[in-house]
């Protein structure tokens, strides 16, 4: 089993910063691509950023120049720091993680943590 956990939502002025932490746990050969979405209500779920295992990033362009996506492969760890908030990036924020979860033959699969909620007052 494979559980990812998110930490670090809360409540923010419209401006201020906050980071998110995601963690990675159980049993699996390694992760590949782990990423950040967001779901607002009434909203579908939408990408918010992405890194390789190698450290390749990809982000939405609303998220571009305030929010920076980083990792740490030796712990299995993923974080986002968001600066600049906006009341627009209020949402629930979960972490995606593809897996390797067996090497024969080979298996990845998805996962998502549960989310936590992003807040911003404007």
């Known amino acids: 089993q494979v559980q990812l956990v998110e930490s670090g939502g809360g409540l923010v002025q419209a401006g201020g910063s906050l980071r998110l932490s995601c963690g990675a746990s159980g049993t699996f050969i390694r992760v590949n691509t782990m990423g950040w979405y967001r779901q607002a209500p009434g909203k579908q779920r939408e990408l918010v950023a992405t890194i390789g295992s190698g450290g390749s990033t990809n982000y939405a362009d609303s998220v571009k120049g305030r929010f920076t996506i980083s990792r740490d492969n030796a712990k299995n760890t993923m974080s986002l720091q968001m600066n600049s908030l906006k009341p627009e990036d209020a949402a629930r924020y979960y972490c995606?993680?593809?897996?390797?979860?067996?090497?024969?033959?080979?298996?990845?699969?998805?996962?998502w943590g549960q989310g936590t909620q992003v807040t911003v007052s404007s």
């Open positions: 995606n993680g593809r897996v390797v979860v067996r090497l024969t033959p080979p298996y990845e699969d998805e996962y």
